[in-house]
């Protein structure tokens, strides 16, 4: 699942967000692939969310990561 966060006031996008993956080996792809790739003109940051311990106590989330450095006017329902 994704979530990305929105700012109380202004209802827009923080400009970043949480991603979970069932498999630890998919995340790990993920944080690979898209760390420091460009989207929109702006490279994503990529890393293992701080919500992972969570995760790895719970059987239903191998794991979690954090994207930053999002855009908050680019993110649409189709990034989401």
Not at 14 to 25: A, K, M, Q, R, T
């Amino acid at each position: 699942s994704v979530h990305m966060p929105k700012d109380k006031l202004t209802q827009q996008h923080n400009g970043y967000g949480f991603v979970e993956f069932l498999d630890v080996l998919d995340a790990d792809y993920a944080m690979t692939v898209l760390n420091m790739m460009k989207l929109y003109g702006r490279p994503l940051r990529v890393s293992k969310s701080s919500l992972n311990s969570k995760a790895e106590q719970s059987r239903d989330v191998g794991a979690n990561l954090f994207i930053g450095n999002l855009d908050p006017t680019d993110v649409d329902k189709a990034l989401l």
